[in-house]
């Protein structure tokens, strides 16, 4: 059993170092979607490893996927004791545009109370949190109060396309209780929240084609249905005036929202003016009709276009009617909905609206359904009590706007719930340019997790 | 007086060097939109310089603007006979797609009847063909039949936004009678044609701005006007189910076809079959209801979208939430549409339909207006009785879709019309990858550029 005040106490000893060790971790560029990164998915990799070695788990090991490797290691000490699979991820999102980033992202740089870089807060930031939180509450006491197995994967930011296979094939490894699920964040320094529920992912990329090559679009405008115009009608067609999604039978099987859960929400401290700075200060909030914002980004389904593509878009003027235009599109989903049947929603509905002057190819990327954990298991109790103490504050059980495909994985095929706690905050800018972690809420975040242990 | 037997031998006897002139000159990168090619720009305006110095004409140089240079030289030996302007221009088109290349754009290569390379028909062949039929005129018999002066200038491909400037500022240097334009082509290797309409253009770029960074789309999505797909509701809604341009008044100064005209257009031996294959084979030919794709292409004005881009676009999937999304945006207009009058219509579209949750800027390039010329003067009867010499058979008087600005700047500041004749074809894949010209076409056109001299 871990000894909690001398762990407690060694951490606040030791910021600097635990901060260095997230500093280390972060330069290296490990982003998932680029082939040219592969050697850097190994290192990242290979410095997971290190970090589990120098705590004495055992059984590690950089374990080869079809992509890129999962991490593993397991601490087995407390026999018949519960067994925790802590789950995390090594890489990170592509950093484009470059030129947005007012520091280098792949050289972590402390200002003020964040440090800016690419992966800090999603999810390297969450990654050393806990495993500092391991490796003290290992150091300090006889050991663990729970059995702890972590598994870091290098594929969350693409989909996690081979989480699958490895679960099914490590499935007696990997057995455990529960999972702990670090991939998340809490709404401010001041306000720890554990979440409950998880939007999924349906990503697509589509591809309209007209004239076999680029045309003049003096010598063939007006007379060819220009692809670009076709996908944006297309894309357009994609919401109605509501603001509500239109692919044939979207909603059927959406969850409604329950009084209570709206009821909560409407509770948690977090006002309209607030969203809009955390997102960044468009000229005004939109979404579906009859939802709060709050609603719209974490209960309720969406249809986002993510990336357009056709013709010229250098600098200046090219007259030319483009061959092909592109849009990547992706749905966040909630339960019940089954992205493979949202799949077949788009494909109706761009089947029965693309016109014969065109072609169309869609491609599927990866898929998750959406999520809902029981906020009453024991694993969610402990870590309510941790953030309790640390914040001095009851927690807020909430649902998120994002999607961590791995918890519904886990739950399919290990047969386990996941607890999710992390200590991002909600103006991180993830996945965008001048990613921050918050320093103070990260280091509140080891201690959290050390009183998690504890708790069990 | 130019032997005309003795010019047409030796083309005839030196097709090679004719050619190899093409090769090298077309060597030359000289992209005018890309800063990157300043250097190679002043390098192509120095090989046409050369040409004109070995062919004897007078006052040659590389006249500066504030942009990429005029190259001019003039042929006055012929008092008491008209004066001809010939206009062309030296700078190409950029070659993406690079990868859709099959050769390198800047080795010309032969494959066939055809030299393929960026800008050996747009305009660098049309260049080469005028200037080698002006030095074999000059060197056999006495002189020309007429006064030439020549002016190739650098800043077609991007709207010539420098040439209004020079026209005014030499305006006595460039006094003339009327101009020979040779930025254009014929219909068929056994078709000739003359051009007496041109379509104008007016070129934009919007942007679409939402929130003032790129966000994760499982955090915001639902709750943020994606500006990617206000972009696509925009650029949709500007063009109705019968595929008319809804921009407000956008029709109210199009110059209607005549019943003459339409009548003319439909004895063109130009089938619907073979504009199809011409345009890249589209799926489905298509454009405003009421007009044949004859009409659409180049006595109807439209609207095109040239470019689009947004978010993330390279392989795989980032889900963003972009912050901005951007069309390039432009019309080819006829008589008598304003340019400037299109740009309030844009604006005026923009400002009733962009919603309050997005900014929006929009950014005018080069304009023109649509132009008609009198197929009834003295030099398009030249014209026409060289193209029936060369060619054995009357060329077709023709509208043509694309722009060529220089012919009303031509007419409204040097007071002038043109004869448009160039010896490009329909699928030369101008502006596109894998640019090609006909070689018995282009050696054609040099013969009938001497008739055409010698006629006047």
Redesign the interface.
């Known amino acids: 059993m871990t000894d909690l005040q001398s762990a407690i106490a060694h951490v606040r000893a030791h910021h600097d170092y635990i901060l260095r060790e997230l500093i280390e971790f972060a330069e290296i560029p490990s982003v998932s979607?680029?082939?040219e990164h592969k050697p850097d998915m190994q290192r990242a990799a290979e410095y997971v490893e290190k970090v589990l070695r120098s705590m004495g788990m055992s059984n590690v090991a950089v374990m080869p996927t079809a992509g890129h490797p999962v991490v593993y290691g397991e601490w087995m000490g407390a026999p018949g004791k519960p067994t925790v699979l802590v789950y995390g991820h090594y890489d990170v999102?592509?950093v484009?545009?470059l030129n947005?980033w007012k520091t280098d992202p792949f050289k972590p740089t402390l200002a003020g109370e964040n440090l800016y870089g690419r992966g800090v807060s999603d999810m390297k930031g969450q990654d050393i949190a806990v495993l500092a939180a391991l490796a003290t509450s290992l150091q300090h006491g006889g050991g663990l109060n729970a059995n702890v197995k972590v598994l870091i994967e290098g594929e969350e930011?693409?989909?996690s396309p081979n989480l699958d296979a490895f679960l099914r094939e490590h499935k007696q490894m990997l057995k455990c209780d529960f999972s702990l699920n670090c991939d998340s964040g809490i709404l401010r320094p001041d306000l720890p929240a554990i979440v409950y529920g998880l939007?999924g992912?349906a990503?697509f990329?589509l591809w309209v084609h007209?004239?076999?090559?680029?045309?003049?679009?003096?010598?063939?405008?007006?007379?060819?249905?220009?692809p670009?115009?076709v996908?944006?009608?297309l894309?357009?067609?994609?919401?109605d005036s509501k603001g509500r999604i239109t692919l044939p039978g979207y909603y059927d099987d959406v969850r409604k929202l329950t009084k209570a859960e709206r009821a909560a929400m409407a509770r948690i401290p977090r006002s309209e003016k607030e969203?809009r700075r955390?997102?960044?200060?468009?000229?005004?909030?939109?979404?579906?009709a009859g939802y709060t914002?709050?609603e719209?980004?974490s209960g309720?389904?969406?249809l986002?276009?993510?990336?357009?593509?056709?013709?010229?878009?250098?600098?200046?003027?090219?007259?030319?009617?483009?061959?092909k235009?592109?849009?990547?599109i992706?749905m966040?989903l909630v339960p019940d909905q089954d992205p493979a049947n949202v799949e077949k929603q788009l494909r109706a509905y761009l089947k029965a609206h693309a016109?014969?002057?065109?072609?169309w190819t869609l491609q599927a990327?990866?898929k998750a359904p959406g999520v809902l954990t029981d906020p009453e298991s024991v694993a969610a109790k402990a870590a309510a009590a941790a953030l309790k103490t640390v914040f001095g504050k009851q927690p807020i059980f909430r649902r998120?706007?994002?999607?961590v495909p791995v918890v519904s994985q886990i739950k399919d095929i290990l047969g386990v719930d996941s607890v999710i706690m992390g200590f991002g905050l909600?103006d991180d800018?993830?996945?965008?340019?001048?990613e921050k972690q918050h320093i103070p809420t990260f280091l509140r975040g080891v201690e959290s997790y050390i009183h998690f242990f504890a708790n069990l």
């Open positions: 979607t680029l082939p999102q592509p484009d545009p947005e930011e693409i989909g939007r992912l990503y990329e007209g004239p076999e090559h680029d045309l003049h679009s003096g010598q063939f405008g007006g007379g060819v249905h220009n670009a115009q996908l944006c009608e894309v357009a067609g994609m919401h969203l955390e997102a960044a200060n468009p000229p005004k909030m939109h979404g579906e914002t709050l719209r980004i309720r389904p969406t986002e276009v993510n990336g357009l593509y056709s013709g010229f878009i250098g600098e200046g003027s090219k007259t030319v009617l483009p061959a235009a592109m849009a990547k992706s966040r016109p014969k002057t065109v072609r990327f990866g998120e706007g994002g999607s909600p800018n993830l996945h965008a340019p001048n």
